[in-house]
Structures are given as C-alpha cells and as structure tokens.
C-alpha cells in the first residue's frame, strides 16, 4: 500500500526519527527533477528521492555532493527525506515522455528507510504515467519489493551493486548493506521476471574467485556489466570520507597492481565464450 500520507501537506505521526543508529530528517527539497552531468550526462534527469545513505559504504562519493562539512564527515549516520518530492515531482512541467530516469545517482533509493516510508515507491506511478522510461540504481534486495510498479514501464532497466564475492571484504567496505547472495538472489529474481538487469562491479573490491564471480554473474541473466576501480590520486576519491576505504584497501593490500590484474581477469571471464557482458 502506497503511504503517500506521509508526505501529504497534514501528514501522519508516522515518521521514524532515527533508522538503526542514524538520523532521519525531515525536509523540503528545492527540485526533484536533476538533469545529471559528467558520465550520467546520457540519460535525461536524475532523482534523488532522499539526501544522503545509510547504507553508509565507506567508499561512497556521493558524501562529496553534501555542502555541510558536519554531514560529509558523518556520512551514513543520516539521511534526508525529501518531504515534497511527490507533489514536486507532480507538479513538474517537464515532459518525461520517454526521457530516461535515473534512481538514483547520490544515494540509494532502496536504503532501509525507504521500507517504511515508501518515498521511492510512491514516486513511481507518477513517472510510469507521465511516460518516463526508468533506470533504477541499488545495491539492496528491496528493490524486487517494486515488481508490480516497474512492470507499468514501457522501458525499464534495474542495476544491482555487487563489488565483491566475499561476504567478509562487504562487511569491511559496507556492512550496511545486504549479503551478496541476497543481492544475487534480487537481480536474478528481476531478470527471471523479464526485466533489462545490469550489475555495476562499483568500485571492485577483493575477490575470492574471478572465475566464479563471473560466472555467479552471468547465471544472474544480466546483459551488461559495469567495473570500476578505486582512484587514488585525482578527484573526489582522493579526499574526505574516501579515506576510510583507501585505508582499509591499503590494510587488506587492495593495491593499485593487484587491482588492475583483478579487473583484467574478471573482465576477461565475463567476456569468454563469445557473450560479452564488460565493456
Ligand atoms: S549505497 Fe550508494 S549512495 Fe548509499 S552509501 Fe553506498 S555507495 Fe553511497
């Protein structure tokens, strides 16, 4: 059931003020409708539907977007429901008409308070009638809760994060986050659905198995696969919050040599037998 009350101008008491240890702030948003930039830059507008993550992985860049200092250091100890987004988005004159909608770009839009606030959700029907095509981005099982609603989409395409297949490197890098096998378990489920399915290998962590890796995830009926690595020496990874993960990369000896022949092997399996799922 939709809980669109909760954002209604006389909402319900029913706003959690915290979600686990982090905070859960409440607050309008200036627009709901961003046209995305840098390698987003195909794909026509991008919504966030909360700022920040609990989910909280320690490499995330999107803490660099927070313009408060006291929030970029305690990224992932809170987060910020946009509490107009729906009669923003409502009320936008841009035609979505198959525009491609990326959810989302700097933060997750199916973190653990979307279970009870159904933010995401509610934000769905409105783009599926206005014609959008959508790109959903996540890197929790959630997301198989919107079956029904990403069915309404003439063109839809759902990308799950799995950075490793080592349930004890995820739990160093982003213990918030759901298990590998749940998260292999969800987008297998979408592709068995029908559903355009991508994993984003983002940013490779350690792995126990390239081989199996890439097997695990071609038997997940994904069409495309996307890896990027850790950058060390130039832009937003470079500073701030990124260090938690440079720190532990260099503790678990992640290096920059070890990196690069990891991403060549995977690569490499992914792309065997003449099915090319990397680019
Ligand atoms: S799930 Fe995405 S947005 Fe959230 S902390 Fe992790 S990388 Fe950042």
Redesign the pocket.
């Known amino acids: 059931m939709l809980q669109l009350s909760l954002f209604d101008p006389n909402p319900t008491p029913a706003r959690p003020a915290t979600q686990g240890n982090a905070d859960v702030i409440y607050a309008d948003a200036s627009a709901i409708l961003a046209r995305p930039t840098g390698r987003l830059a195909d794909l026509d507008f991008v919504i966030n539907p909360y700022q920040g ?5 320690t ?5 660099f977007f927070v313009p408060e200092e006291e929030r970029r250091e305690r ?2 100890q809170w987060v910020r429901v946009k509490t107009n987004a729906i009669a923003r988005l409502r009320n936008s004159r841009q035609n979505l008409h198959g525009k491609t909608v990326l959810m ?1 770009s ?3 839009p199916y ?1 653990p308070i979307e279970a009870k606030l159904e933010l995401t959700r509610s934000l769905l029907p409105i783009l599926a009638k206005r014609g959008a095509n959508l790109a959903v981005l ?3 099982p959630l997301v198989t809760r919107d079956i029904d609603l990403f069915q309404t989409f003439d063109r839809i395409n759902i990308t799950m ?1 799995i950075t490793t297949d080592s349930d004890e490197v995820r739990k160093r890098f ?1 213990p ?2 759901a298990s590998i096998d749940r998260r292999f378990e969800a987008i297998t489920q979408l592709s068995r659905e029908g559903f355009r399915t991508r994993i984003n290998v983002a940013p490779l962590l350690p792995l126990n198995d390239a081989r199996s890796f890439a097997d695990r995830i071609r038997d997940a009926g994904v069409s495309r696969v996307h890896i990027n690595t850790f950058h060390e020496s130039s832009g937003p990874f470079a500073s701030g919050t990124r260090q938690p993960a440079l720190a532990i990369a260099k503790e678990m000896g992640w290096t920059e040599h070890r990196r690069e022949r990891v991403l060549r092997e995977l690569t490499h399996y992914l792309n065997r037998n003449g099915r090319r799922l990397a680019a």
């Open positions: 993550c609990t989910f909280a992985c490499y995330c860049y999107a803490a990224w992932g989302s700097a933060t997750d973190q996540s890197r929790s994060s982003e918030q986050c």
